[in-house]
């Protein structure tokens, strides 16, 4: 009997490891990337929709889809000369498959701006050609037959012919901050989301481009700290809200005459949020959109005169969002596009003199992504949040109309990949507790095989007794149903009181609460939990996939009904008998921080603390694209500018308050911590802040990351 005492007194240390599990470290997830997951880059797929190409090492190789198996090699490194091509960042096919555009030597510029070295490479020939000898180049783009190569330096547009080797300069007068051709300025490459702004005509003999005027639009200083005697200064041309924007129009280029065609758009217009080529090489497609961005002209050119027609108008007592879902058919005659006209995002088939032939989705819910048309099956591809809005599943449905097919039966979160000609698609499933899979399928449903599951990742969940995130929805008082998940501490018990710590970013369109992986910060909550704090996520009033109404309700009041709705969840929390109501904790990043801070000020009676990391502090502080989208300006809308911005309500500040910000942050400028430390300052609250030198608006690099998290987790533990 005392055997069996002394075998059961050494077993207990062990059962309670084994039930509390490993510990969960910010080491561990920030500087050992102990819980990355395992990840499959989007699929290069080939013409012939059953093989794909991909970039190994130096190599660009072909494989088999359904095998996974090496083919052929297109490109070998080791046969290259290593100084021309020592490391190969990105390439892209032309349209037949002959030539390959390699990208090498890349520096990011902004968001997703860079300039680089490219060479052209001849699949059949062996040939490595360099593209320009002139600098490092931006947007190196074959034309469609690859006689030709395309291209911006320093603000000009370019174009090299393959066969000559003679370079033509389409323009001279770019400049930097002044006039720039072929490329876009920061607003448009960030609120718009494209920055090579030039177009092969389908049949190789002309290039559509954009121009900007940007001599008029104010300029923005950013500091940097590099160890030097004095900082370094980087200016350039940021449009704040009711400023100038550059005055952007489009022309096209004939190759043959070598004349340059300006498209006439009139003059009432503000933006060009996009320009396409239609099915016929004498046709270009020009979006033209005003300053609120609730009424969208798509008009077509005549590539050989320049004069246009409306093709489709639309408006919006809102605004409008601009997508890439419009697709000509290539029988000339049809094009799809989808609208939220309904109140509910849908996909609709159009003739080219702008009549809609027929409406191809419908119903009370979102088609949340487009993923094509196949002509020949005469089906199109999308992805919806018809089953939930937390949910994302895949469907295909005719072109003629009728019932769609469902492709996906897994419960979660589905995207997906399809092959060239649509025979196989390669969907990447995960839900809020499992990381992704990646699986390649026919088109018909079966499955052909698994490329990745994270069986490692799954096992690392195990051992550290991750705890599970469980979906939950409640009414406010103004009887709106919103939707949250919750992390409860391991051995919880439901007779205690655990501190709450919520998580949110709220903006327009965004959710937060969706059955999909967070790679990162599903690990910063899990150590959270492991030390006993409850994690809560709610989408408020104005995020996505419920609808154009419940979506575009914060109009003209950004933050308000997303803080009305961030407190009353906290309030609501705290009602529950398991929630120790003084320690309600909210964190939010960029837009998110903007709304913790407006929380701890408008809810100082129910928020305890509260971080922010770059936070928008007022709205007249940011661009005129997002900001005017949703606000339109101060002078049409002081009220709204007044009363959502934290700035104005330092006043109110009692809690605990951590304000961090990257000083060379170019979206959410550092001006607006900076001010929100002024404003808390001359009102005498005492506040926590850190900022970072040359960091931008992710705060990352080397170890920062965990510098970071650690001190919001300190944070966290101190004073919550």
């Given at each position: ?323 890439d879902n419009l697709n000509f058919l290539k029988d000339g005659k049809h094009f799809i596009w989808t609208s939220e006209k309904s109140g509910f995002n849908h ?181 959270l939990a492991q030390n006993d704090y409850i994690i809560v996520c709610v989408d408020n009033r104005g995020t996505g996939g419920r609808g154009e109404e419940f ?170």
């Amino acid at each position: 009997m005392k055997f069996k005492y002394a075998l059961l007194f050494f077993l207990i240390p062990t059962l309670i490891f084994a039930q509390k599990g490993q510990e969960i470290t910010l080491e561990k997830i920030w500087k050992d990337y102990t819980f990355y997951p395992n990840s499959v880059p989007g699929f290069n797929f080939l013409n012939d929709g059953k093989h794909f190409s991909k970039l190994d090492g130096n190599n660009i190789t072909k494989y088999d889809i359904t095998t996974g198996n090496q083919v052929a090699v297109f490109l070998n490194g080791n046969e290259i000369d290593n100084e021309k091509l020592a490391k190969i960042d990105s390439y892209e096919f032309n349209s037949d498959e002959s030539k390959i555009m390699i990208q090498t030597a890349t520096e990011a510029i902004y968001r997703r701006s860079s300039k680089a070295v490219f060479y052209a490479f001849d699949v059949k020939s062996k040939k490595l050609e360099l593209v320009s000898d002139i600098g490092k180049i931006q947007y190196a783009t074959f034309s469609p037959d690859a006689n030709k190569v395309a291209y911006v330096f320093e603000n000009n547009l370019y174009y090299k012919d393959l066969s000559t080797g003679k370079e033509n300069q389409l323009t001279i007068d770019g400049s930097f901050n002044n006039l720039i051709f072929g490329s876009t300025d920061w607003v448009y490459e960030e609120e718009f989301s494209f920055a090579k702004a030039f177009w092969w005509s389908p049949d190789s003999k002309r290039i559509a481009y954009m121009a900007f005027d940007e001599s008029e639009v104010k300029e923005f200083t950013m500091t940097l700290y590099k160890d030097g005697a004095y900082p370094e200064y980087e200016t350039f041309k940021y449009p704040k809200v009711g400023e100038k924007n550059s005055e952007v129009s489009v022309f096209i280029y004939d190759l043959k005459s070598e004349e340059t065609l300006p498209v006439d758009l009139g003059t009432e217009y503000e933006y060009i949020p996009r320009v396409k080529w239609t099915q016929n090489p004498n046709q270009l497609c020009v979006f033209k959109m005003n300053r609120w961005q609730n009424d969208l002209e798509l008009v077509l050119a005549d590539a050989a005169t320049g004069k246009t027609s409306t093709l489709l108008k639309e408006k919006n007592k809102y605004y409008v969002d601009i997508h890439d879902n419009l697709n000509f058919l290539k029988d000339g005659k049809h094009f799809i596009w989808t609208s939220e006209k309904s109140g509910f995002n849908h996909v609709y088939l159009y003739n080219m003199k702008g009549k809609e032939v027929k409406q191809l989705t419908k119903g009370d819910w979102e088609v949340t992504d487009f993923y094509g048309v196949n002509e020949e099956k005469e089906k199109i591809f999308f992805q919806s949040a018809e089953e939930s809005p937390m949910e994302r599943h895949i469907y295909t449905a005719s072109l003629k109309g009728g019932k769609k097919k469902k492709l996906t039966n897994n419960k979660g979160w589905n995207t997906v990949q399809f092959s060239s000609t649509y025979d196989y698609y390669v969907n990447t499933h995960s839900t809020i507790n499992s990381p992704s899979s990646y699986t390649v399928f026919k088109l018909k449903g079966d499955k052909v095989r698994t490329i990745e599951d994270n069986q490692k990742l799954k096992g690392i969940i195990e051992t550290h007794k991750a705890q599970p995130a469980e979906f939950y929805s409640f009414k406010t008082s103004e009887n709106v149903s919103l939707n949250g998940w919750m992390i409860k501490p391991p051995n919880f018990d439901a007779t205690k009181k655990y501190p709450v710590f919520m998580t949110e970013y709220g903006g327009p369109g965004s959710q937060k609460v969706t059955d999909k992986w967070d790679a990162f910060n599903y690990w910063w909550y899990q150590h959270l939990a492991q030390n006993d704090y409850i994690i809560v996520c709610v989408d408020n009033r104005g995020t996505g996939g419920r609808g154009e109404e419940f979506k575009k309700m914060t109009y003209l009041q950004m933050g308000k009904y997303e803080t009305i709705d961030q407190i009353e969840a906290a309030k609501w929390l705290g009602k529950q008998p398991y929630v120790d109501a003084s320690r309600i904790g909210i964190f939010g990043w960029s837009y998110g921080g903007y709304l913790s801070s407006l929380c701890i000020l408008k809810g100082n009676d129910v928020f305890k603390s509260a971080i922010a990391v770059a936070p928008v502090t007022s709205w007249k502080w940011y661009d005129t694209v997002y900001t005017e989208r949703y606000m339109r300006d101060t002078k049409d809308n002081p009220e709204g500018y007044k009363e959502n911005s934290p700035v104005y309500f330092a006043d109110r500040l009692k809690g605990n308050y951590l304000l961090v910000h990257g000083v060379a942050d170019d979206n959410v400028h550092f001006q607006n911590s900076a001010e929100m430390a002024n404003a808390l300052i001359m009102n005498n609250k005492q506040f926590d802040t850190y900022f970072y030198p040359n960091k931008n608006h992710g705060i990352y690099g080397g170890l920062t990351r965990l510098h970071l998290y650690t001190k919001m987790t300190n944070f966290i533990f101190e004073k919550l």
